[in-house]
């Protein structure tokens, strides 16, 4: 099969590794970067161009697109499966993962357990917020912040309204949280392909850090899943609607907490803590995305209903 990696750079473990594990499954790959690839409107439809000419058909896509490129990588994403390609992870659900808000009402309304959050612009009632989502410490998250960053404490009322007061005068959005305590400073991390978790990884922040990135110097060690917690992570990548998804979860008395699913999990952390090889359980969706998707196109399209004949 024809299948593209779309990422900004092939020298990067994760879209190595998938490239590699494609290739060991006897495809032929090639890493498309987002940025160069042009959106075509027209009155015909036309795939995308790559550096100027018609890209040739592609089977299936698998996008890492990165956090700051998300608009125009969705938007590229979008009109190369409008072109017939399968891609793990579409455009919509990209999106959706990437607005914290959004996948946390998604995940909420479907009685998935998320921490208490409030969306707020101004100090203005801030009181109401503390009590909702106090007590103190309150977690603060920018709408669109990753690998850690982004993600705030306050300790103090002064400091909260400080925060809240700065962010919004700089036109950004934040969210408040209730801060987890039972999770001392751990979470878990469940790499979802399809509706199996494939690995785990239980990420422990370092000492005087409350949050357990690897990016922020976090550690971690393998884990294995008990059955509750392997739902909720299936449960929330299909939510979501992603094929390939980091589902980040609280360990608490009452069970799983969802914290963020990650459209563009990495795979480096995971590979080597769970020591497994994930890239080839996602290729391996992806051809069975791709041989469901030829199915559905081969099959007759429902019989329409005879024309009428003209009267004589
Ligand atoms: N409500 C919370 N209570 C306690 N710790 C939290 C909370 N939310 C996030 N954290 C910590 O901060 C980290 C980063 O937050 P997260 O929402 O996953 O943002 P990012 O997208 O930057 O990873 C989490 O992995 C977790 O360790
Ligand atoms: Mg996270």
Known sequence: MRIAVLSR????????RLVLAAQARGHEVRVLDPMQLSIVVGRRMEP???RGEPLPRIDGIVPRVGASITRYGTAVLNELERAGAVTLNGGQSILLARDKVASLQTMARARVRVPRTVCTRSTEGLEGVIRTV?????????QHGTQGIGTMIAESKASLYAMVETFTAM?????LQQFITEARNTDIRALVVGDRVIAAMRRRARRGEFRSNLHRGGQSEYVKL??????????AAKLTGLD?????MFETPEGPVVIEVNASPGLEGIETTAQ?????????????????????????????????????
Not at 226 to 235: G, L, M, N
Not at 244 to 248: E, K, L, R, S, T
Not at 278 to 306: D, F, G, Q, W
């Open 9 to 16: 750079n092939a020298a990067l473990y994760s879209t190595s």
């Open 48 to 50: 995308p161009y790559f």
């Open 134 to 142: 106090g007590p103190l410490p309150i977690i603060l998250k920018l």
């Open 171 to 175: 036109g950004q959005e934040v969210m």
């Open 226 to 235: 008990s059955a509750r917690y392997r739902r909720c992570a299936v449960k």
């Open 244 to 248: 390939v998804a980091g589902v980040d």
């Open 276 to 312: 497994t090889d994930v890239a080839t359980p996602i290729i391996e969706h992806l051809e069975a995305r791709i041989a469901a998707h030829r199915i559905k196109m081969r099959a007759p399209k429902k019989a329409r209903a005879p024309k009428k004949k003209p009267r004589r």
